[in-house]
């Protein structure tokens, strides 16, 4: 592509022998032979002595090999082109293949189809191709605390579903679709109804809340009676989100993925980032996150526990002209923790206290 010889300027196609010796003071003489606009098929040859007006992206003439701009030119009334510049051979011509060769491969598998992409398939009249759906998610809220928004009187002992709200948008933003299947009560035959549907729509499905092992947490139990879901991972060494669960749904070749996230909010996300978002990303070929990070010292003494890996939000303060880090002392239950947090620092699991002056590296969510 093309794959015909074009004009890169108004102007006159020539053969640029023809050319040499032209100069302001020295003017050479061509016959105008005929008048080819974008998309006209050339009708005359070019021959010794004459030329051929092209506009750009016109087809070049037989017999021409350069374009002399028209800026270069001066018409008379009998198709005489007076020519003041000379051109060398490919002047102004955009050569066959010039841009897309034979053969060349424009699109290889598992290349994500951008609109860069689309102009080059439509530019080689390729206006259909067989690509891989979107994969798709299945989001759930679980719990009997929780209500939709649509809901202005909050009555005691509810609140508002958040996770719902944050967890779409930030699924969304892998490249997946999303499938928002609302809210279900602590009911294991209401849950294990949504969760069939679930499997049945999507080919991903993430619960919110239900992890825990306690008696309302039914996300585990509900998974214990499929033959064909493997429960892979059920609690993890990390702080928030311990009792993240992961896993397998295959059958008949139907292979899927299973994640129930902890109910807390700073949990729940805090865990999609961390095990679940670059998954869904490499399945769309999106981008990973570019995380910040950086080195800063810490500003208190911070205090964790032993046996997890704590991912602890923070705020940054600057400090006699020093950038440091402070702990935000509220915990997982609480999204203002996300809201006023800079970022957080990771604290290793055997590492119990974290003191003032020691350097942290510091990462943006």
Known sequence: MPHFKKSRMDGFAVRA???FGAEENNLISLKLK?????????????????????ATGAAIPEGADAVVMIEYSDKRD????????????????????????????????????DLPTLGVLASCGIGELQVLKKPKVALISTGNELVSHEISDLPIGKIYDVNSIVLENAISNTGV???????????????????????????????????S?????????????????????HGVKIKPGKPIVYAKFNQNLNHKMIFILPGYPTSSLSCF?????????????????????????????????????HFKPVILKEINGVEQIFPIQTGSEAISTLFYSDGYI??????????????KRFYTY
């Not at 998309?39 to 002595?49: A, F, K, L, M, N």
């Not at 809210?183 to 209401?190: A, L, M, N, R, S």
């Open 34 to 54: 005929e008048i080819i606009e974008a998309g006209d098929i050339p009708q005359r040859i070019v021959s010794e002595g004459q030329c051929s007006y092209v």
């Open 177 to 211: 679709e999303v499938n928002y299947l609302g809210i279900v009560k602590d009911d294991f035959g209401e849950l294990s109804a949504k969760v069939e549907k679930a499997l049945h729509e999507s080919d991903i499905v993430i619960l919110s809340g239900g992890t």
């Open 17 to 19: 022998e023809d050319t």
């Open 346 to 359: 990771i604290i290793e699991e055997l590492e119990e206290i974290v003191e003032k002056g020691d350097k």
């Open 78 to 113: 009998n198709d005489e082109i007076l020519i003041s510049k000379a051109v060398s051979p490919g002047t102004y011509v955009i050569e066959i293949g010039h841009d897309i060769k034979k053969d060349e491969v424009i699109c290889k598998k598992g290349k994500k189809i």
């Open 213 to 233: 092992k306690g008696e309302g947490d039914l996300g585990p139990r509900i998974l214990d009676q499929y033959d064909s879901i493997e429960l892979m991972v």
């Open 273 to 309: 980032f961390v095990f679940v978002d670059e998954f869904l990303r490499k399945l769309t070929g999106k981008k990973l996150r570019k995380q910040f990070a950086k080195e800063l010292e810490v500003g208190e003494r911070i205090y964790s526990s032993i046996g997890r890996y």
